[in-house]
């Protein structure tokens, strides 16, 4: 059974750099495309940016396109989420996904398998 652990969540000064990263167990990885969403309480999940299985194609947030960068390392069974610039606006949990396709996608609904959530809090 496949699971996905994410980590590196803290808090961080506005303007400043953090990395998520999200390991999955079993041998399927590079198969199967990846994703990251955020949650802040009293709201709806929202999609950050996914990545294909093979890591060739990208789609950001428009909330974060150039300040994020997702990527993974197949070999390592290990996506990420480098984050730049943070804004307090940033502030939630963030969520790693995967979807049993190699395509990317950005609604929640395409995606069959979710971690635990990593709080990400960044101060003004």
């Known amino acids: 059974q496949v699971q996905l652990v994410e980590s590196g969540g803290g808090l961080v000064q506005a303007g400043g750099s953090l990395r998520l990263s999200c390991t999955a167990s079993?041998?399927?990885?590079?198969?199967?495309?990846m994703g990251w969403f955020r949650q802040v309480p009293g709201k709806e999940r929202e999609f950050v940016a996914t990545?294909?299985?093979?890591?060739?194609?990208?789609y950001y947030a428009d909330s974060v396109q150039g300040r994020f960068t997702i990527s993974r390392d197949n070999a390592k069974n290990t996506m990420y989420l480098q984050m730049a610039s943070l804004k307090p606006e940033d502030t939630a949990v963030y969520y790693c996904?995967?979807?049993?396709?190699?395509?990317?996608?950005?609604?929640?609904?395409?995606?069959?398998?979710w971690g635990q959530g990593t709080q990400v809090t960044v101060s003004s």
């Open positions: 996904a995967a979807r049993w396709d190699p395509g990317l996608a950005s609604a929640e609904s395409r995606y069959n398998l």
């Open positions: 079993g041998r399927t990885f590079r198969s199967y495309a």
């Open positions: 990545i294909s299985a093979s890591g060739g194609n990208k």
